[in-house]
């Protein structure tokens, strides 16, 4: 049975450091960096969680016997090394594992190998994951079913004749404008939203925005969308996502510790798109999970070939779009696809980097001043820079 907190924070509210408040300032990019740091370390305590089991013994993280020192990094038309990226970039926690063996391992502002990180928008990967469990467990047909087959509160809103896999490529063609830094913003209203901790809130704002677009004919990157990726895993399979990534995931994987999952309200559904908290090193053994395949006693819990489609980058509109199933498609530095290297990623610097061809996975836990583009190097610099290094 699902464990669930309540932010501490809600009975305190006047107390200077409470998370809740200091969450609404860090997305409008206007907290201190010692302030920002204390918030992602206390974000369990900003909204209620629901926790994720683990389970099994731990997978072992061995290290390898050659451990990296230093590498170039090219960028922005200079060569960076290490302590560059590290502290240029505010890294608090940075893991490299080269053939499923660490050859970098490194904490900073404060936080050490068991200090939870709020994952931010990595979270949305997870969550489209869980997705394709569910269509592997019969549960949703596949991804081209009108999500008002699931969701029927939907039918008459803009999402009405929308697919699952529309929605999973922000295709939907429902207005959004995700700028954290925006107070008029539809995701700032959702973080009001949030804070509010009212049952059922977010996704009756979604049912009221209108349609901009036809379906598949426009990309709009939504953090809404993923709240509807919640809310559908929940209508099909009847589980909490947090309860079903512990079952499918959690605990298989080899994770060392319970993870949590930021709700919409006390025992209500989780705000699928962001505020999944976990150890770095859990964190890398969900990329290796991915990597191989979500392989769970021989058998995968996805379908064939899922994670292939759910990272592949494709068009919009006859655009090119880099972007799959809420996975990042990563391009080498010459801008080729041939690795199949993806990412997941989150505002403030949180990232798994998967790179299949090179059996290279990095995990990059980061408090920045802004949600984004506060970045001095390109994390995706950083990563081609160590794949080309570790080859």
Same mark, same amino acid.
């Given at each position: 049975?699902?464990?669930?907190?309540?932010?501490?924070?809600?009975?305190?509210?006047?107390?200077?450091?409470?998370?809740?408040?200091?969450?609404?300032?860090?997305?409008?990019?206007?907290?201190?960096?010692?302030?920002?740091?204390?918030?992602? /370390?206390?974000?369990?305590?900003?909204?209620?969680?629901?926790?994720?089991?683990?389970?099994?013994?731990? /997978?072992?993280?061995?290290?390898?016997?050659?451990?990296?020192?230093?590498?170039?990094?090219?960028?922005?038309?200079?060569?960076?090394? *290490?302590?560059?990226?590290?502290?240029?970039?505010?890294?608090?926690?940075?893991?490299?594992?080269?053939?499923? $063996?660490?050859?970098?391992?490194?904490?900073?502002?404060?936080?050490?190998?068991?200090?939870?990180?709020?994952?931010?928008?990595?979270?949305?990967?997870?969550?489209?994951?869980?997705?394709?469990?569910?269509?592997? #467990?019969?549960?949703?047909?596949g991804v081209d079913d009108d999500l008002s087959t699931y969701l029927t509160e939907l039918r008459g809103s803009a999402y009405e004749g929308v697919s699952i896999r529309h929605l999973m490529q922000m295709t939907s063609g429902v207005k959004w404008d995700d700028t954290h830094t925006d107070p008029t913003s539809e995701r700032r209203h959702m973080l009001?939203?949030?804070?509010?901790?009212?049952?059922?809130?977010?996704?009756?704002?979604?049912?009221?925005?209108?349609?901009?677009? $036809?379906?598949?004919?426009?990309?709009?990157?939504?953090?809404?969308?993923?709240?509807?990726?919640?809310?559908?895993?929940?209508?099909?399979?009847?589980?909490?996502?947090?309860?079903?990534?512990?079952?499918?995931?959690?605990?298989?994987?080899?994770?060392?510790?319970?993870?949590?999952?930021?709700?919409?309200?006390?025992?209500?559904?989780?705000?699928?798109?962001?505020?999944?908290?976990?150890?770095?090193?859990?964190?890398?053994?969900?990329?290796?999970?991915?990597? $191989?395949?979500?392989?769970? #006693?021989? $058998?995968?819990? *996805?379908?064939?070939?899922?994670m292939a489609e759910a990272t592949l980058p494709r068009e919009a509109g006859g655009e090119p779009l880099n972007y799959g199933y809420m996975w990042w498609p990563v391009p080498s530095a010459d801008g080729s696809f041939a690795d199949g290297a993806f990412s997941a990623r989150g505002i403030f610097g949180q990232y798994l980097y998967i790179n299949p061809?090179?059996?290279?996975?990095?995990?990059?836990?980061?408090? /920045?001043?802004?949600?984004?583009?506060?970045?001095?190097?390109? #994390?995706?610099?950083?990563?081609?820079?160590?794949?080309?290094?570790?080859?």
């Amino acid at each position: 049975m699902s464990e669930l907190s309540v932010p501490a924070a809600a009975g305190r509210a006047a107390e200077s450091a409470a998370p809740v408040g200091s969450m609404r300032d860090a997305y409008a990019g206007k907290l201190l960096p010692k302030m920002l740091v204390e918030t992602f /370390r206390r974000n369990e305590e900003a909204f209620s969680t629901r926790r994720i089991a683990r389970g099994g013994p731990v /997978r072992p993280l061995p290290y390898a016997a050659r451990q990296v020192t230093d590498l170039p990094i090219s960028a922005n038309g200079q060569v960076y090394d *290490l302590a560059d990226y590290l502290g240029r970039n505010r890294i608090g926690g940075l893991l490299i594992l080269k053939r499923r $063996e660490v050859v970098f391992e490194y904490y900073d502002l404060g936080l050490a190998p068991t200090t939870p990180w709020v994952s931010m928008s990595m979270a949305k990967s997870m969550a489209t994951t869980l997705v394709g469990a569910a269509i592997k #467990d019969g549960c949703i047909g596949g991804v081209d079913d009108d999500l008002s087959t699931y969701l029927t509160e939907l039918r008459g809103s803009a999402y009405e004749g929308v697919s699952i896999r529309h929605l999973m490529q922000m295709t939907s063609g429902v207005k959004w404008d995700d700028t954290h830094t925006d107070p008029t913003s539809e995701r700032r209203h959702m973080l009001e939203l949030q804070t509010a901790q009212r049952p059922g809130a977010i996704l009756d704002y979604m049912k009221g925005l209108p349609r901009v677009a $036809e379906p598949g004919a426009l990309w709009n990157y939504s953090t809404g969308e993923t709240h509807v990726v919640g809310a559908l895993v929940k209508a099909a399979t009847g589980k909490w996502l947090a309860d079903y990534l512990s079952e499918k995931v959690w605990s298989h994987a080899g994770m060392e510790a319970d993870a949590s999952w930021w709700l919409e309200s006390p025992g209500g559904l989780e705000v699928a798109g962001s505020g999944v908290s976990a150890v770095l090193r859990d964190y890398v053994r969900f990329a290796l999970f991915a990597m $191989e395949g979500a392989v769970v #006693d021989g $058998e995968s819990i *996805l379908p064939p070939g899922w994670m292939a489609e759910a990272t592949l980058p494709r068009e919009a509109g006859g655009e090119p779009l880099n972007y799959g199933y809420m996975w990042w498609p990563v391009p080498s530095a010459d801008g080729s696809f041939a690795d199949g290297a993806f990412s997941a990623r989150g505002i403030f610097g949180q990232y798994l980097y998967i790179n299949p061809a090179k059996d290279l996975i990095i995990g990059v836990l980061s408090s /920045r001043p802004k949600p984004k583009a506060s970045e001095a190097i390109l #994390d995706n610099d950083f990563f081609n820079a160590a794949a080309e290094a570790l080859a």
